[in-house]
């Protein structure tokens, strides 16, 4: 069974840092091949993604990130990272991760809260 398990979220005053980590599971995901994106998930919003990363390295980024996010991945842990600086109360959501293309089943997310 393949399962992704986002972690790092927390309260944090606006102008700070957090990094997310998401970890997958199952010996049948081969991680490596697939392009893995963060997105999030705000009150009454839909899901959106933030930012992009593909097997090769190249990374994208919404514009209401570029200069403040960086996702970075590790293929031997399964692993993809999402470092965010310089938060603002706008960033506030559920944070997920996932394959860019062919998604599978979501994860409970990771709540990401920033007060002013």
């Known amino acids: 069974q393949v399962q992704l398990v986002e972690s790092g979220g927390g309260l944090v005053q606006a102008g700070g840092s957090l990094r997310l980590s998401c970890a997958a599971s199952?010996?049948?995901?081969?991680?490596?091949?697939?392009?893995m994106g963060w997105y999030r998930q705000a009150p009454g919003k839909q899901r959106e993604l933030v930012a992009g990363?593909?097997?090769?390295?190249?990374?994208n980024y919404a514009d209401s990130v570029k200069g403040r996010f960086t996702i970075s991945r590790n293929n031997a842990k399964k692993t993809v990272y999402l470092q965010m600086n310089d938060l603002k109360p706008e960033d506030t959501a559920v944070y997920y991760c996932?394959?860019?293309?062919?998604?599978?089943?979501w994860g409970q997310g990771t709540q990401v809260t920033v007060s002013s």
């Open positions: 996932n394959r860019v293309i062919d998604a599978i089943d």
């Open positions: 199952g010996t049948i995901f081969i991680f490596s091949i697939y392009s």
């Open positions: 990363i593909t097997t090769g390295g190249s990374t």
